[in-house]
């Protein structure tokens, strides 16, 4: 069982910028695919970002490209987004995961979520 605790999410100004972090409580986080997802009201989860296991390679969904960076420190077993320019259209629960493989789109295990909310 692996846990994830996600902080850092607040209310902002449009372009403004925050910084999420997510904690993992596993031995094995050097080895995972880490991922950010969010969800507006009233609208299914979408993806926003993801990582590979060394930090190598990361993928981003287009809404959110150029904007958003994510990041890892394996040594502290956690993953960030880096927010800039945020937009009203970004307010949302954000949630981060953890996976097995990255670029499969499978992940097992999901923080609880922290609320950002972009005012215009």
């Known amino acids: 069982q692996v846990q994830l605790v996600e902080s850092g999410g607040g209310l902002v100004q449009a372009g403004g910028s925050l910084r999420l972090s997510c904690a993992a409580s596993?031995?094995?986080?050097?080895?995972?695919?880490m991922g950010w997802f969010r969800q507006a009201p009233g609208k299914e989860r979408e993806f926003v970002a993801e990582?590979?296991?060394?930090?190598?390679?990361?993928r981003y969904a287009q809404s959110v490209k150029g904007r958003f960076t994510i990041s890892r420190d394996n040594a502290k077993n956690t993953v960030y987004l880096q927010m800039n320019t945020l937009k009203p259209e970004d307010t949302a629960v954000y949630y981060c995961?953890?996976?097995?493989?990255?670029?499969?789109?499978?992940?097992?295990?999901w923080g609880q979520g922290t609320q950002v909310t972009v005012s215009s």
């Open positions: 990582i590979s296991w060394g930090g190598s390679s990361t």
């Open positions: 995961a953890v996976g097995p493989r990255y670029g499969t789109g499978s992940y097992d295990y």
């Open positions: 596993t031995r094995i986080f050097s080895t995972l695919a």
